[in-house]
């Protein structure tokens, strides 16, 4: 560039510069003004909408806390004829009510629909009354705005939802208070918003470009286009960048400017109305800043001529002395350009140099890893930090040395001989190395070893780079041996397991011999976990691994599978018993006592045997088989082993499956309880009911007990579905005694679950859950058989469960033992006679003089008596001549679901002879 170009440049450039600096100065400033002026003529207008938006609202809850103020308000009188399929009252009841709110839907407050909820969120009254009969979810406890009116006894607002006409709504919530502040229902309608959006019509916003409101959570619920909320449409985010509310400063009218998509820069009024809406009135900034285009251009051109006058000026008198600076300065140029070119060379030449050396020396002093320079003699002449920090010797020490003086032993002097071969031959050598630190620790590295030569060919030096790898390869065996070592105990996992038994099996088929694939389970061992802890459970599962070692041959294996299960390969058997022999004294040594924390401790073991050949041959297979072996081990009584039988796997497997569909239907949430009720005959009132579980299949329908209740006899799903049913019946016995019945529900307990040693505890903790519940509302009944099993623990069960009011009946009596011994023993309160002996005791002479029997050892000790298959008012006559004054059975109902028992209940008689006053009765 010229030096006449430059000083024009000088005088050009801060001319454009100066006339940008004053058209962004002058645009800036009259925009500015134009806003400020723009935004106090219009903020009158927006607070106007405003208000009218919010006087809308005001209207709907003025209206409602009127309705809530009015005499026939005061109380809900009909709580109790509230019934869940009307999802509330019937129309006929409190027909006030429906005529106050029918004349507040008729009114000016766009409330479409009208309701009162009752404390617990449950529906009383929805007007009209075809809302109350479409309703699909009867209790609305759940509703955020059901929670903050209860929560703060004020007025609250839902979000927006979709109403029937398809246009955006809100429901208002008005909580009832009582002359003492507590609320005992709840006021709402549901608040159509299309009068709100007609507020926003685009003559009513002018000179607004569009109008929108939002609902607290940012959804469009009004716009100036009619398009955007039209009938159908589902609810969207308004499309603005609504400021934080935390920084508006307690303004109720904000004004922001801000950019759309496109690229539009728009100015907003942005209002926060008292329920959190948002509204928004929007004018494009370049048709409000249009006005000072004018007055921009005509300031900006007259500074550009002032700029173009001066400049010129400036520009002529500086050209006449341009020349003589131009030749002045191409003599200098020349000059420099030489002595820089003569300088390059010479710092070109010493950095090639310098940088060579300075990199191969970084290298060497830096690098982590050990490096050593030998001469060809392999005596060492130089040793990196590295190698010190490896070895632990200095540099000092080890000048002159051989490398040998790191010889750690492990490798003989064959294997040295032909690493310095294969050196000199190759010229490098790569392998790893036992060697010994100064301080006599052995550690492992990874060496590379190069020959460098001269110009002549001949080795000039011996390099050696090696690294310490001993924490690699310590951390491979770690990780070898979590791969297949149990972390607990030591012994194999199911991974090493496999591998072992397919070497069994490839080992049993060379040699012609058999090999037993046993499963083994402890048993009880989830009673120790419970009872004193898992860390007490580990120390358990160590000890037994220790003595099933202990106990088993060399060649077999132990394996934990996880938990308590493990397996056993018992290998190179030469018949069946010889393993079978091992197997019993597994079961002896983990029968024996264990110390565990001061703790003495009992266990036992089931095992299942399957024996290769003669069982299958795959790996999955045998163990399989061994599975399902061990399972009919423990449903058979456990501390035992039992051998894989086909025909029973076929059985158990059924069995299995039969079970996994009442645990899936248990989840599924398909049993349900119906209750059969227990009359006092000559009183003629109700007093309980037998809670009797169904199960209603998706395919099959209804389905009896007696199809699947055996198939849980001897199974754990007993204990899970017997919690189930007690849950259901506390649950429902709380329901009756808040409804005002005071009826008892007995439940039938399974003998597996009355053996647990914390059913007591288990069923203190579901009783916790009602503490409402008074005493003696739930009768637990247990076999005669079960009970007679093991007296001493029921009996001690049951006056466990007195403490906590629960009451015990004996269940089928007189189809056991019916010892008098056993009788006095068990505090049970009521003898309940089977309905097989009550049934036939008109036609049979021996089930009639078991009847008299059984209500004679009631009366004898004292006891209550009950019997169940009262099919008839004449069977009913009968127990009433015996003495019985307690029954159940089809005929006086059949097991019912609780919404039809409420119906049964009200319009049940007793017949008449059963209350006529028999001799002995008061």
Same mark, same amino acid.
């Given at each position: 560039?010229?030096?006449?170009?430059?000083?024009?440049?000088?005088? /050009?450039?801060?001319?454009?510069?100066? $006339?940008?600096?004053v058209w962004v100065f002058v645009e800036h400033s009259h925009r500015d003004f134009v806003i400020e002026r723009w935004s106090t003529e219009h903020v009158a207008l927006v607070r106007s909408i405003a208000r009218s938006i919010q006087a809308k609202l005001d209207?709907?809850?003025?209206?409602?806390?009127?309705?809530?103020?009015?005499?026939?308000?005061?109380?809900?009188?009909?709580?109790?004829?509230?019934?869940?399929?009307?999802?509330?009252?019937?129309?006929?009841?409190?027909?006030?009510?429906?005529?106050?709110?029918?004349?507040?839907?008729?009114?000016?407050?766009?409330?479409?629909?009208?309701?009162?909820?009752?404390?617990?969120?449950?529906?009383?009254?929805?007007?009209?009354?075809?809302?109350?009969?479409?309703?699909?979810?009867?209790?609305?406890?759940?509703?955020?705005?059901?929670? #903050?009116?209860?929560? @703060?006894?004020?007025?609250?607002?839902?979000?927006?939802?979709?109403?029937?006409?398809?246009?955006?709504?809100?429901?208002?919530?008005?909580?009832?208070?009582?002359?003492?502040? #507590?609320?005992?229902?709840?006021?709402?309608?549901?608040?159509?918003?299309?009068?709100?959006?007609?507020?926003?019509?685009? =003559?009513?916003?002018?000179?607004?470009?569009?109008?929108?409101?939002?609902?607290?959570?940012?959804?469009?619920?009004?716009?100036?286009?009619?398009?955007?909320?039209?009938?159908?449409?589902?609810?969207?985010?308004?499309?603005?960048?609504?400021?934080?509310?935390?920084?508006?400063?307690?303004?109720?009218?904000?004004?922001?400017?801000? #950019?759309?998509?496109?690229?539009?820069?728009?100015?907003?009024?942005?209002?926060?109305?008292?329920?959190?809406?948002?509204?928004?009135?929007?004018?494009?900034?370049? @048709?409000?800043?249009?006005?000072?285009?004018?007055?921009?251009?005509?300031?900006?051109?007259?500074?550009?001529?002032?700029?173009?006058?001066?400049?010129?000026?400036?520009?002529?008198?500086?050209?006449?002395?341009?020349?003589?600076?131009?030749?002045?300065?191409?003599?200098?140029?020349?000059?420099?350009?030489?002595?820089?070119?003569?300088?390059?060379?010479?710092?070109? !030449?010493? =950095?090639?140099?310098?940088?060579?050396?300075?990199? &191969?020396? =970084?290298?060497?002093?830096?690098?982590?890893?050990?490096?050593?320079?030998?001469?060809?003699?392999?005596?060492?002449?130089?040793?990196?930090?590295?190698?010190?920090?490896?070895?632990?010797?200095?540099?000092?020490?080890?000048?002159?040395?051989?490398?040998?003086?790191?010889?750690?032993?492990?490798?003989?002097?064959?294997?040295?001989?032909?690493?310095?071969?294969?050196?000199?031959?190759?010229?490098?050598?790569?392998?790893?190395?036992?060697?010994?630190?100064?301080?006599?620790?052995?550690?492992? !590295?990874?060496?590379?070893?190069?020959?460098?030569?001269?110009?002549?060919?001949?080795?000039?030096?011996?390099?050696?780079?090696?690294?310490?790898?001993?924490?690699?390869?310590?951390?491979?065996?770690? $990780?070898?041996?979590?791969?297949?070592?149990?972390?607990?105990?030591?012994?194999?996992?199911?991974?090493?397991?496999?591998?072992?038994?397919?070497?069994?099996?490839?080992?049993?088929?060379?040699?012609?011999?058999?090999?037993?694939?046993?499963?083994?389970?402890?048993?009880?061992?989830?009673?120790?976990?419970?009872?004193?802890?898992?860390?007490?459970?580990?120390?358990?599962?160590?000890?037994?691994?220790?003595?099933?070692?202990?106990?088993?041959?060399?060649?077999?294996?132990? &394996?934990?599978?996880?938990?308590?299960?493990?397996?056993?390969?018992?290998?190179?058997?030469?018949?069946?018993?010889?393993?079978?022999?091992?197997?019993?004294?597994?079961?002896?040594?983990?029968?024996?006592?264990?110390?565990?924390?001061?703790?003495?401790?009992?266990?036992?073991?089931?095992?299942?045997?399957?024996?290769?050949?003669?069982?299958?041959?795959?790996?999955?297979?045998?163990?399989?088989?061994?599975?399902?072996?061990?399972?009919? &081990?423990?449903?058979?009584?456990?501390?035992?082993?039992?051998?894989?039988?086909?025909?029973?796997?076929?059985?158990?497997?059924?069995?299995?499956?039969?079970?996994?569909?009442?645990?899936?239907?248990?989840?599924?949430? #398909?049993?349900? $309880?119906?209750?059969?009720?227990?009359?006092?005959?000559?009183?003629?009132?109700?007093?309980?009911? !037998?809670?009797?579980?169904?199960?209603?299949?998706?395919?099959?329908?209804?389905?009896?007990?007696?199809?699947?209740?055996?198939?849980?006899?001897?199974?754990?799903?007993?204990?899970?579905?017997?919690?189930?049913?007690?849950?259901?019946?506390?649950?429902?016995?709380?329901?009756?005694?808040?409804?005002?019945?005071?009826?008892?529900?007995?439940?039938?307990?399974?003998?597996?679950?009355?053996?647990?040693?914390?059913?007591?505890?288990?069923?203190?903790?579901?009783?916790?859950?009602?503490?409402?519940?008074?005493?003696?509302?739930?009768?637990?009944?247990?076999?005669?058989?079960?009970?007679?099993?093991?007296?001493?623990?029921?009996? !001690?069960?049951?006056?466990?469960?007195?403490?906590?009011?629960?009451?015990?009946?004996?269940?089928?009596?007189?189809?056991?033992?019916?010892?008098?011994?056993?009788?006095?023993?068990?505090? &049970?309160?009521?003898?309940?006679?089977?309905?097989?002996? /009550?049934?036939?005791?008109?036609?049979?002479?021996?089930?009639?003089?078991?009847?008299?029997?059984?209500?004679?050892?009631?009366?004898?000790?004292?006891?209550?008596?009950?019997?169940?298959?009262?099919?008839?008012?004449?069977?009913?006559?009968?127990?009433?001549?015996?003495?019985?004054?307690?029954?159940?059975?089809?005929?006086?109902?059949?097991?019912?679901?609780?919404?039809?028992?409420?119906?049964?209940?009200?319009?049940?008689?007793?017949?008449?002879?059963?209350?006529?006053?028999?001799?002995?009765?008061?």
């Amino acid at each position: 560039m010229t030096l006449k170009q430059k000083i024009l440049l000088a005088f /050009v450039l801060p001319a454009l510069f100066a $006339l940008a600096a004053v058209w962004v100065f002058v645009e800036h400033s009259h925009r500015d003004f134009v806003i400020e002026r723009w935004s106090t003529e219009h903020v009158a207008l927006v607070r106007s909408i405003a208000r009218s938006i919010q006087a809308k609202l005001d209207d709907a809850t003025q209206a409602l806390a009127h309705t809530g103020q009015l005499p026939d308000f005061a109380s809900l009188s009909a709580i109790d004829r509230i019934n869940p399929e009307l999802n509330g009252i019937p129309p006929d009841l409190e027909i006030s009510k429906r005529i106050i709110l029918d004349a507040l839907l008729g009114g000016p407050n766009n409330l479409a629909v009208a309701f009162i909820l009752l404390p617990n969120g449950d529906h009383y009254i929805a007007h009209p009354y075809r809302v109350q009969q479409s309703l699909t979810k009867y209790n609305l406890a759940d509703r955020s705005y059901f929670r #903050e009116a209860s929560s @703060s006894k004020k007025t609250a607002f839902s979000d927006t939802i979709i109403g029937s006409d398809g246009m955006p709504a809100v429901v208002v919530d008005t909580p009832l208070l009582d002359s003492s502040g #507590e609320i005992y229902g709840h006021l709402g309608g549901v608040f159509y918003l299309s009068e709100i959006s007609r507020l926003l019509s685009a =003559s009513d916003i002018a000179p607004f470009d569009y109008g929108l409101l939002a609902d607290r959570q940012g959804m469009l619920i009004g716009h100036s286009d009619g398009s955007l909320i039209s009938a159908g449409k589902t609810l969207q985010k308004a499309d603005f960048p609504f400021p934080d509310n935390a920084q508006q400063g307690g303004q109720d009218i904000t004004l922001s400017q801000w #950019e759309d998509a496109q690229g539009v820069v728009w100015l907003s009024f942005v209002g926060h109305l008292e329920s959190g809406w948002k509204f928004v009135l929007s004018r494009r900034l370049d @048709s409000i800043t249009a006005e000072i285009a004018p007055a921009v251009r005509q300031i900006t051109l007259l500074v550009a001529i002032i700029l173009i006058v001066t400049g010129s000026i400036g520009i002529a008198l500086v050209a006449r002395f341009a020349k003589r600076w131009e030749e002045s300065d191409q003599q200098l140029r020349l000059a420099h350009d030489h002595l820089e070119l003569r300088v390059a060379q010479r710092t070109a !030449e010493l =950095s090639q140099s310098q940088e060579r050396l300075s990199l &191969a020396a =970084s290298v060497f002093r830096h690098t982590r890893e050990g490096i050593i320079i030998a001469d060809p003699d392999g005596k060492i002449v130089d040793a990196n930090q590295g190698f010190s920090a490896i070895t632990g010797y200095q540099r000092d020490e080890v000048i002159g040395r051989s490398p040998e003086m790191l010889n750690g032993g492990q490798q003989s002097p064959e294997f040295y001989k032909a690493m310095w071969q294969e050196l000199r031959e190759t010229g490098k050598w790569h392998g790893e190395l036992w060697n010994q630190k100064k301080s006599g620790e052995t550690y492992i !590295e990874l060496l590379d070893l190069s020959s460098v030569r001269n110009q002549s060919g001949e080795i000039a030096h011996y390099v050696g780079i090696f690294s310490d790898i001993s924490q690699q390869k310590n951390h491979e065996q770690h $990780l070898e041996k979590l791969a297949h070592f149990d972390p607990l105990t030591g012994l194999p996992n199911r991974t090493l397991l496999h591998d072992r038994l397919h070497m069994s099996i490839s080992q049993a088929g060379r040699n012609k011999t058999q090999l037993a694939v046993c499963m083994l389970d402890l048993d009880g061992f989830k009673a120790v976990n419970d009872t004193y802890g898992h860390a007490a459970g580990d120390r358990l599962l160590i000890d037994f691994s220790r003595r099933t070692q202990n106990t088993l041959r060399d060649t077999d294996t132990l &394996a934990r599978l996880g938990g308590d299960e493990f397996v056993i390969l018992l290998n190179d058997l030469n018949n069946l018993e010889q393993g079978m022999e091992v197997i019993r004294r597994v079961l002896a040594e983990a029968s024996h006592i264990y110390e565990i924390d001061g703790n003495l401790l009992t266990i036992s073991a089931s095992v299942g045997v399957t024996v290769f050949p003669d069982d299958g041959v795959d790996p999955d297979l045998l163990l399989r088989h061994a599975d399902q072996a061990m399972y009919i &081990a423990k449903q058979t009584g456990r501390n035992r082993y039992f051998l894989f039988d086909p025909m029973k796997d076929q059985a158990a497997r059924a069995e299995l499956a039969a079970i996994k569909a009442l645990e899936t239907a248990l989840v599924n949430q #398909e049993f349900e $309880l119906h209750y059969q009720p227990k009359v006092d005959m000559p009183r003629g009132i109700v007093t309980g009911a !037998e809670a009797l579980i169904r199960w209603r299949h998706p395919e099959r329908g209804l389905v009896s007990p007696a199809e699947f209740l055996p198939l849980t006899e001897n199974n754990d799903f007993a204990i899970t579905l017997g919690d189930w049913v007690i849950r259901e019946a506390l649950r429902q016995a709380d329901a009756w005694h808040h409804q005002g019945l005071h009826l008892s529900i007995s439940v039938n307990i399974a003998a597996r679950h009355l053996s647990l040693p914390d059913f007591t505890a288990r069923l203190g903790q579901m009783l916790s859950l009602h503490p409402t519940l008074p005493h003696g509302r739930i009768e637990l009944e247990i076999l005669e058989t079960a009970a007679l099993s093991d007296t001493a623990h029921v009996s !001690e069960v049951i006056e466990s469960c007195r403490q906590l009011g629960i009451s015990f009946a004996l269940d089928d009596f007189g189809t056991g033992y019916s010892s008098l011994l056993y009788l006095k023993h068990l505090p &049970a309160e009521t003898l309940k006679i089977d309905q097989s002996f /009550v049934r036939d005791m008109k036609i049979d002479a021996e089930d009639l003089a078991i009847v008299k029997g059984v209500i004679g050892l009631a009366q004898a000790f004292n006891r209550s008596v009950i019997a169940e298959g009262v099919e008839s008012t004449e069977l009913g006559d009968m127990l009433l001549d015996l003495g019985c004054t307690h029954a159940q059975g089809y005929g006086i109902a059949r097991p019912m679901p609780p919404s039809a028992f409420r119906e049964w209940l009200a319009g049940w008689k007793a017949p008449a002879s059963w209350l006529v006053i028999r001799p002995g009765q008061t």
